[in-house]
């Protein structure tokens, strides 16, 4: 049986961090995301922020629209200390 791969965390705390810095609801999120094509929920929003669904690459990248940032930015506090090199 294969290892299932887990959503970091820190990915969802960090869009959160950021939707609150900009002072938006997920509401508000979520509509700007839906103006974009985007076929996401309130609920499925909700979702990724606490860590509970993995985030389609289609989603963060209008995230990167809605927050003005680069992509780089919601890595930052991403903690990979407990990765053993492979060489």
């Given at each position: 049986?294969?290892?299932k791969l887990?959503?970091?965390?820190q990915?969802?705390?960090?869009?959160r961090?950021l939707r609150?810095?900009?002072?938006?609801?997920?509401e508000q999120?979520v509509?700007?995301?839906?103006?974009e094509?985007l076929?996401?929920?309130?609920?499925?929003?909700?979702?990724?922020?606490?860590?509970?669904?993995?985030?389609r690459?289609?989603?963060?990248?209008g995230?990167?629209?809605?927050?003005?940032?680069?992509?780089?930015?919601?890595?930052?506090?991403?903690?990979?200390?407990?990765?053993k090199?492979?060489?």
């Amino acid at each position: 049986m294969g290892q299932k791969l887990k959503q970091d965390i820190q990915i969802g705390s960090m869009i959160r961090k950021l939707r609150i810095e900009r002072h938006m609801t997920q509401e508000q999120v979520v509509t700007k995301l839906q103006l974009e094509n985007l076929d996401i929920t309130r609920s499925i929003y909700s979702q990724i922020e606490g860590g509970r669904y993995s985030i389609r690459i289609s989603i963060l990248a209008g995230l990167v629209k809605v927050f003005r940032v680069d992509y780089n930015t919601f890595f930052q506090e991403v903690d990979i200390s407990h990765l053993k090199s492979k060489e």
